[in-house]
């Protein structure tokens, strides 16, 4: 069965700090793994996304790093800001014909002013 | 430009009511969606439609029909609700095959089933 796995449920960082939430997948298929970003009371959006020929990705304050032969991949959120609160998903979809994305269950970051 | 939008946003029924979750989205995106969120357990695959004429299960259909009226829309009904079908329902698009490109959510319909 597809799963991806997220954690912390829940992170709290002071204002300035580095925020780290790491995902595993099990199906070596998978070959595209995107982060979505959802503020409260609406739906998620795209944050940023890697593919397994690199092993890091950084559009600005935000870097996934992805290691292949572990199956993991992480977010990282530099010099977090209070407005980077909100919760976020891992994703992961494979290269066999039509494949929809599986999500993780999200992490609930707070960052402290 | 509207981009997915859902109607309505908050509705409660009670059990064995039924209603339709209505989606329409404006990006001339091929496939649709359907995903409820619950408190820890992220977002699940109800039904998606990978393009017009087109739809298939999920991860959670059971209690669930879909219909992709037109390009633009992608309903979901729920015949005989249920308690445990109180969820927050997101509609998403996307006009390449999943693992290529980016989905686009909706607002979001919070329903209640008492």
């Known amino acids: 069965q597809q799963q991806v796995k997220q954690s912390p449920q829940s992170l709290i960082v002071q204002k300035g700090g580095i925020s780290i939430i790491n995902c595993a997948y099990e199906?070596?298929?998978?070959?595209?793994f995107p982060w979505y970003q959802q503020f409260p009371g609406k739906g998620p959006a795209l944050l940023i996304a890697?593919?397994?020929?690199?092993s890091e990705k950084k559009e600005g304050r935000f870097t996934i790093s992805f290691n292949k032969s572990a199956k993991q991949f992480s977010l990282h959120i530099m010099d977090s800001q209070p407005g980077d609160s909100a919760t976020y998903f891992c994703?992961?979809?494979?290269?066999?014909?039509?494949?929809?994305?599986?999500f993780g269950k999200g992490t609930m970051l707070l960052v402290s002013p | 430009n509207a981009g997915v939008t859902q109607t309505p946003k908050f509705q409660v029924l009670k059990t064995g009511q039924s209603m339709t979750l209505q989606c329409a989205q404006d990006?001339?995106?091929?496939?649709m969606y359907w995903y409820r969120q619950d408190p820890g357990m992220g977002l699940r695959l109800i039904y998606y439609?990978?393009?017009?004429?087109?739809?298939d299960k999920g991860e959670v259909p059971n209690g669930y029909n879909v219909s992709r009226l037109n390009k633009r829309e992608f309903s979901l009904r729920l015949e005989s609700a249920a308690p445990s079908q109180t969820s927050v329902y997101f509609c998403?698009?996307?006009?390449?095959?999943?693992?290529?490109?980016?989905?686009?959510f909706g607002e979001g319909s919070r329903l209640t089933v008492l």
């Open positions: 994703a992961a979809s494979g290269n066999s014909g039509y494949s929809t994305l599986t």
């Open positions: 890697i593919r397994p020929d690199v």
């Open positions: 998403a698009s996307n006009g390449l095959a999943a693992n290529t490109g980016e989905l686009f």
């Open positions: 199906n070596t298929a998978f070959d595209y």
């Open positions: 990006m001339n995106h091929n496939s």
């Open positions: 439609s990978a393009s017009e004429g087109t739809t």
